[in-house]
């Protein structure tokens, strides 16, 4: 059979060009698994400009050895789209991006389990008259929930090659690859009814989308059938705007159904489910009602009004436990490898200042960082673990009504509790929440979660705080927890605060599928950990190399004389001077510029507060015994004889560390996330404010109070 | 009566359906249309939101959506 014009027109023979299928389906219905099956490792995982929606592109060979790349889009239940994620899937589909060539062949994988709802979205691809490929993707478990599929007759109905499959274990994926080589794949034979009433607007849109738009007559069709569906598009950077001719069309039939009270988008799914639900009528045999399923009986624990809590209560714990634990020895490792690159630097090269850039710039500023990393891949492991047995969505389901106090729902919660091992990995995963609003209100509270990088000066200062043995362990685990409580209270606070303000938007709705459990596919759990803490090493790296090497440059210009001690040297370096000419900015909050150092220090990563301390008061640790420290803190003094660390200092340094943005890292990873610099810009200036203002409240209360 | 009035355990068939908003349209979307059988599996611990079986699958919506589906419960 000859192509259509426009479809041989898109689609170059297999000699020039290797074939390009794009992999769609809804979440949870195995996509990543089947993508990973049939490309190996060969994938290369980037973002699509201008947005932060993963991009990732793979090479499979067909049964010949031929390569053919295969690109994996977002998880999306619709075209019409409601989050950056589905916008991509439909903008690349639809070939609306300058920096994805619109695939020539789709891949559209579906969950055997659930066949109608997985084939609304493939009932809106078969209409752009391409090449599609349909996948039954688990097919085990649809026959012990008793359901019989017939993949033959669902073949026929459609008109095209449909593989049942279990990419779990591998089966079903050389038929696969065998359909996905030949180049005969036939058109999709899909006849729909559109409702009458809408009929007329499709033509006419769809013509002037072929005059104005320069769009290709049938992929017109289902670009007029989505314009009608979409009533709140959202638009991606990257994606061409409609032209004003044919928005002016769109927007006069939308009023004309206004007036004359037609549903019209309601219409075209209602027509779109009659079609599917003859479809399924025909294909699927329900054997026996079945009774629960394992899922079921699950869920009555897991989201039980008393079992519920303590499950996620103890989840969340056993998260914090092996983070905590886990990361100990990767860290350690860590730390001695960065002090023996560093020794080695220091041994192989002649003294001088481009040795010291290296070994207390370069090594010393990554590897502050780098040590983290054990912590973050951990927490992405746990994430990848939670999203894909399906426990996430519970989560979200049984804290959904304590987020929305604040205007979030529960989406939210996993990446703000992340946060509390770091605000990184939190921000990242803050990926799943579709509403950009939310998703902005989360990225901007999470680093007030107290991060692991805090707890070093907590311990300090609270050991300053409250010197010797005499203390109850108590008070000083109190202290702790309040510092935890505070910084958790004010990312509620300003949660609310926000999306009563700035972000103000319509309440988020919680319309999430609960999947049902299912076995971690361990392999792709940890594919993605790996992947995810790349990116972060790409992401912040060069930032995080950048800002240690200005940081050590100020701690070491200009040059003391000779024979001077690093106290010294700190002390009249420009970040000493920095220092000072921060003095009168926080002498009201009870700090001296020796402070001011370790607060400028901090952005590194606030746990070289303490390192930093040690060099200004001259009393390095010797390994993890801040002892000497704790004493030189305590016999530090204001030049007029006062005692600089009081309690009352301690505690309201505590209470800064809280609420300060102080961690470039952060701020490269929000600057990345949020594709602008001012949302990170705001939110340094909104937490340090905040920082700035309790702590003169409370050092300046405490003093009027005689502390 | 609506879909949040709707007893746990208990199954319906959806009556009516709200036309506009794009949380309703999305719903109809996952399957939820006039017509459509659902069952209300529970609710969270906290009583918000729902959970909700159809189409062979499992959905969460918030009250405030379900009080506008109207529905006539299946004995």
Request: net charge positive; with cysteine; aromatic share 10%.
């Given at each position: 059979m000859a192509l259509p014009p426009h479809i041989a027109a898109a689609t170059p023979g297999p000699a020039t060009r290797q074939p390009t299928y794009a992999l769609v389906g809804n979440p949870n219905c195995g996509k990543s698994t089947l993508f990973n099956a049939l490309t190996g490792l060969k994938q290369k995982v980037g973002n699509y400009p201008g947005v932060t929606v993963e991009k990732k592109v793979g090479t499979a060979y067909s049964q010949h050895g031929q390569p053919i790349t295969v690109i994996d889009l977002p998880g999306a239940y619709s075209l019409a789209a409601r989050s950056p994620d589905e916008a991509v899937t439909r903008d690349v589909l639809l070939g609306r991006r300058a920096d994805t060539p619109q695939p020539d062949r789709i891949l559209c994988i579906v969950d055997a389990t659930n066949l109608e709802r997985n084939l609304y979205l493939v009932h809106q691809i078969l209409d752009l008259g391409r090449p599609v490929i349909l996948v039954l993707n688990m097919m085990d478990v649809a026959a012990q929930a008793g359901l019989e599929i017939q993949a033959e007759r669902l073949e026929q109905e459609l008109g095209i090659p449909v593989i049942p499959c279990q990419a779990v274990n591998g089966q079903g994926v050389i038929e696969l690859k065998?359909?996905?080589?030949?180049?005969?794949?036939?058109?999709?034979?899909?006849?729909?009814?559109?409702?009458?009433?809408?009929?007329?607007?499709?033509?006419?849109?769809?013509?002037?989308?072929?005059?104005?738009?320069?769009?290709?007559?049938?992929?017109?069709?289902?670009?007029?059938?989505?314009?009608?569906?979409?009533?709140?598009?959202?638009?991606?950077?990257?994606?061409?705007?409609?032209?004003?001719?044919?928005?002016?069309?769109?927007?006069?039939?939308?009023?004309?159904?206004?007036?004359?009270?037609?549903?019209?988008?309601?219409?075209?799914?209602?027509?779109?489910?009659?079609?599917?639900?003859?479809?399924?009528?025909?294909?699927?045999?329900?054997?026996?009602?079945?009774?629960?399923?394992?899922?079921?009986?699950?869920d009555a624990y897991a989201t039980h009004p008393l079992w519920g809590w303590l499950m996620l209560g103890s989840v969340m714990g056993l998260l914090f436990l092996s983070i905590f634990t886990l990361a100990e020895y990767p860290m350690n490792l860590i730390d001695d490898l960065v002090a023996n690159l560093a020794d080695w630097v220091k041994g192989s090269m002649g003294e001088g200042d481009l040795r010291d850039l290296i070994t207390d710039g370069a090594i010393a500023g990554v590897g502050g960082v780098v040590i983290f990393l054990p912590q973050i891949l951990i927490l992405f492991f746990f994430i990848g673990l939670l999203e894909s047995t399906g426990y996430m969505a519970r989560?979200?389901?049984?804290?959904?009504?304590?987020?929305?106090?604040?205007?979030?729902?529960?989406?939210?919660?996993?990446?703000?509790?992340?946060?509390?091992?770091?605000?990184?990995?939190?921000?990242?995963?803050?990926?799943?929440?579709?509403?950009?609003?939310?998703?902005?209100?989360?990225?901007?509270?999470?680093?007030?979660?107290?991060?692991?990088?805090?707890?070093?000066?907590?311990?300090?200062?609270?050991?300053?705080?409250?010197?010797?043995?005499?203390?109850?362990?108590?008070?000083?685990?109190?202290?702790?927890?309040?510092?935890?409580?505070?910084?958790?209270?004010?990312?509620?606070?300003?949660?609310?605060?926000?999306?009563?303000?700035?972000?103000?938007?319509?309440?988020?709705?919680?319309?999430?599928?609960?999947?049902?459990?299912?076995?971690?596919?361990?392999?792709?759990?940890?594919?993605?950990?790996?992947?995810?803490?790349?990116?972060?090493?790409?992401?912040?790296?060069?930032?995080?190399?950048?800002?240690?090497?200005?940081?050590?440059?100020?701690?070491?210009?200009?040059?003391?004389?000779?024979?001077?001690?690093?106290?010294?040297?700190?002390?009249?370096?420009?970040?000493?001077?920095?220092?000072?000419?921060?003095?009168?900015?926080?002498?009201?909050?009870?700090?001296?510029?020796?402070?001011?150092?370790?607060?400028?220090?901090?952005?590194?990563?606030?746990?070289?507060?303490?390192?930093?301390?040690?060099?200004v008061f001259n009393a390095e640790a010797?390994?993890?015994?801040?002892?000497?420290?704790?004493?030189?803190?305590?016999?530090?003094?204001?030049?007029?004889?006062?005692?600089?660390?009081?309690?009352?200092?301690?505690?309201?340094?505590?209470?800064?560390?809280?609420?300060?943005?102080?961690?470039?890292?952060?701020?490269?990873?929000?600057?990345?996330?949020?594709?602008?610099?001012?949302?990170?810009?705001?939110?340094?200036?909104?937490?340090?404010?905040?920082?700035?203002?309790?702590?003169?409240?409370?050092?300046?209360?405490?003093?009027?109070?005689?502390? | 009566m609506t879909l949040s009035e709707l007893t746990v355990g208990a199954s319906a068939v959806v009556r009516e359906f709200p036309k506009s908003g794009a949380a309703f349209i999305r719903l109809r979307e996952m399957g939820l249309l006039a017509g459509t059988r659902v069952t209300l599996v529970r609710t969270a611990p906290l009583g918000d939101p729902l959970e909700i079986k159809l189409r062979g699958y499992h959905l969460t919506l918030r009250k405030t959506e379900a009080d506008h589906v109207v529905i006539e419960p299946v004995v």
């Open positions: 065998v359909a996905m080589s030949r180049t005969d794949l036939p058109l999709p034979r899909h006849a729909w009814d559109v409702p009458a009433a809408i009929a007329p607007a499709v033509a006419e849109i769809q013509a002037s989308l072929v005059a104005h738009d320069r769009k290709l007559p049938l992929s017109a069709r289902a670009e007029a059938l989505l314009l009608l569906t979409d009533q709140d598009s959202v638009r991606v950077a990257g994606s061409t705007p409609l032209s004003p001719r044919t928005a002016e069309i769109l927007k006069s039939w939308q009023q004309r159904w206004e007036s004359d009270g037609t549903d019209w988008a309601g219409m075209l799914v209602n027509s779109r489910y009659d079609s599917i639900g003859r479809i399924a009528a025909q294909v699927v045999t329900q054997a026996g009602a079945g009774g629960p399923t394992l899922s079921d009986k699950i989560a979200a389901f049984i804290m959904d009504r304590l987020m929305s106090r604040v205007g979030l729902n529960g989406k939210s919660f996993i990446p703000l509790l992340g946060s509390y091992a770091c605000a990184i990995p939190g921000i990242m995963a803050t990926r799943t929440i579709e509403d950009h609003k939310d998703r902005i209100v989360t990225i901007l509270v999470a680093p007030l979660m107290s991060c692991s990088a805090r707890l070093p000066v907590y311990l300090l200062m609270i050991a300053a705080l409250v010197p010797g043995d005499r203390v109850p362990v108590g008070t000083k685990v109190g202290i702790m927890l309040l510092m935890y409580t505070l910084g958790t209270v004010g990312a509620f606070g300003f949660a609310w605060l926000f999306k009563r303000t700035l972000l103000k938007g319509a309440p988020p709705a919680m319309i999430m599928e609960l999947p049902p459990y299912r076995l971690p596919g361990v392999r792709d759990v940890l594919f993605q950990m790996l992947e995810r803490g790349w990116l972060f090493l790409r992401r912040a790296g060069t930032v995080i190399l950048g800002i240690s090497i200005v940081l050590w440059f100020l701690s070491a210009y200009p040059k003391a004389p000779d024979g001077a001690t690093n106290q010294q040297q700190l002390a009249q370096s420009f970040a000493g001077r920095a220092g000072h000419a921060l003095e009168p900015a926080i002498a009201p909050l009870g700090f001296d510029w020796q402070i001011g150092i370790g607060l400028i220090s901090s952005f590194a990563a606030r746990e070289v507060f303490v390192s930093t301390m040690g060099v010797e390994g993890d015994d801040t002892a000497p420290l704790r004493k030189a803190l305590l016999e530090a003094k204001w030049p007029d004889g006062r005692a600089l660390f009081t309690p009352l200092v301690c505690f309201t340094l505590m209470i800064f560390y809280v609420f300060a943005m102080q961690c470039i890292s952060t701020i490269a990873v929000v600057r990345r996330e949020t594709n602008s610099w001012r949302w990170p810009l705001f939110q340094l200036g909104y937490m340090t404010g905040t920082a700035w203002i309790l702590s003169f409240i409370v050092y300046q209360g405490g003093r009027a109070l005689g502390f | -």
